[in-house]
C-alpha cells in the first residue's frame, strides 16, 4: 500500500510517500480501507518530536516507533479480526487508530489502517469521509472536557474557538444550551458565526476578560491568558478547563510544553487558594466515538474542514497547519 513514511523526526521534509505492506490486524482489531484522515497539533508534535518529553511518554526515542503518521480515519471495513463482533467488511466507518493520549504515529496517513474494534464507530449515511475523518480526536478532546459540565442557559467561553478542538467545543456547548462566546482571531468570527456562537471576541483587539458579566465555563483552548486575568470574567462556583494546545512554534521549549507547566502550576497550586478547575469527568455510559457519530448524524456537531490535500502532499498540509491559521480541520483524502 502507499503511505506517509517518517524515519526521523524533524521538519515534514522527513515525510516521504513510500509502498509498504499492508497492516497485518490482532483479533480485536479492524483493518479500514481509508478514505479520509485529517490532521491536529500533535500529529505535529510527534513528527517534530518535540518536546523531547513526548518520546519518553510514546512516541520513540530517537526515531517514530511507528513509522506512519495520522491518528483519524474515516473509510470503510476491509477486514475483521477473530473476535471483533460490532463490524462487519463493507461498513463505513470512522475513529481513531491510537486511543487516548495521542503521543505516537497512528498509521493513519496511509491506504489501509488497522485499530481497535472499540476505538471505531459507524459512519452517519449522510456524511462524507472527509466530514467524519474531521471529528475523532478534536471532537473527543471538546466532548470528554464538556460533558456533565454545561447546563441550560449558563455563559461559556470557548478561547481558541476557531481550531480544530474549538469548533466542536463551541457547538457542543451551544447544543447543550449554553450562551457561548467564542474567542480567536478577526478573520475566524464569521465562521464562529455560523456555527452557532451567540458573541464573538477578536482577541488581538479585545481583551475578553475585561467583560463585566461573569462566564460560568472557560475553555481554554491555548492557554494565552493568565489565571489572574482569567479569575477577573469566572463566576463564583465557576469551572475553568484547559486544553494545553501549543503554538507551533515550539515557544514551549524542547524539553516540555508550555501546556505541561501549566498543568503543573495548577497542581502545585490548587491545594494553597482558590484555583478554578473543572471537576471530576462524570461516568461514561456510552462508548464517546459512537455518541459523536450520533452528534454529526443528528446535526449538533458539524465539522469545519478548511482544507483538504491529497495523501502525496501530507508535508505540505502539515506546513499549511503550522502556520496557525487553519479555521477549523486540515483533512487529508486518500
Do not use: C
Not at 452517519?124 to 459540565?149: C, H, K, M, W
Request: proline share 7%; net charge negative.
Amino acid at each position: 500500500m502507499k503511505a506517509i513514511v517518517q524515519d526521523q523526526y524533524g521538519s515534514p521534509d522527513v515525510l516521504q510517500l513510500k509502498e509498504i505492506d499492508k497492516p497485518v490486524i490482532k483479533d480485536n482489531e479492524v483493518l479500514v480501507r481509508v478514505h479520509a484522515a485529517s490532521m491536529h497539533p500533535d500529529v505535529w508534535h510527534v513528527m517534530r518530536g518535540k518536546p523531547y518529553a513526548l518520546r519518553i511518554m510514546g512516541s520513540g526515542l530517537l526515531k517514530p516507533r511507528n513509522p506512519v503518521p495520522g491518528t483519524d480515519v474515516a473509510g470503510i471495513v476491509e477486514a475483521v479480526g477473530g473476535d471483533v463482533t460490532r463490524f462487519r467488511p463493507g461498513e463505513e466507518v470512522l475513529g481513531e487508530i491510537v486511543r487516548g493520549h495521542q503521543w505516537k504515529n497512528g498509521g493513519a496517513f496511509a491506504e489501509y489502517a488497522s485499530a481497535l474494534e472499540e476505538s471505531l464507530a459507524l459512519k452517519p449515511a449522510d456524511a462524507t469521509f472527509e466530514q467524519a475523518a474531521a471529528v475523532p480526536t478534536s471532537g473527543l478532546i471538546a466532548y470528554e472536557n464538556i460533558r456533565g459540565r454545561v447546563d441550560p442557559g449558563q455563559r461559556v467561553l470557548v478561547n481558541g474557538a476557531g481550531g480544530g478542538v474549538g469548533i466542536f467545543a463551541t457547538q457542543l456547548a451551544k447544543g447543550y444550551g449554553a450562551e457561548v462566546t467564542a474567542v480567536d482571531t478577526s478573520d475566524k468570527l464569521d465562521m464562529l458565526r455560523s456555527i452557532g456562537a451567540d458573541h464573538v471576541v477578536d482577541y488581538t483587539r479585545d481583551d475578553f476578560t475585561d467583560g463585566t458579566e461573569p462566564y460560568d465555563l472557560i475553555f481554554d483552548i491555548p492557554g494565552n491568558r493568565s489565571f489572574e486575568d482569567l479569575k477577573r470574567v469566572l463566576a463564583p462556583d465557576a469551572k475553568y478547563i484547559f486544553i494545553g494546545h501549543e503554538s507551533y512554534t515550539g515557544s514551549g521549549g524542547r524539553w516540555i510544553g508550555s501546556g505541561m507547566g501549566r498543568f503543573i502550576k495548577m497542581a502545585i497550586r490548587s491545594p494553597f487558594g482558590s484555583q478554578p478547575q473543572g471537576p471530576p469527568r462524570p461516568e461514561e455510559t456510552e462508548d464517546p466515538i459512537v455518541v459523536l457519530a450520533g452528534f454529526l448524524e443528528d446535526g449538533t456537531i458539524t465539522p469545519v474542514i478548511d482544507r483538504t490535500f491529497p495523501l502525496s502532499d501530507v508535508p505540505e498540509a502539515l506546513r499549511y497547519l503550522e502556520g496557525g491559521r487553519a479555521q477549523g480541520k486540515v483533512v487529508i483524502t486518500i
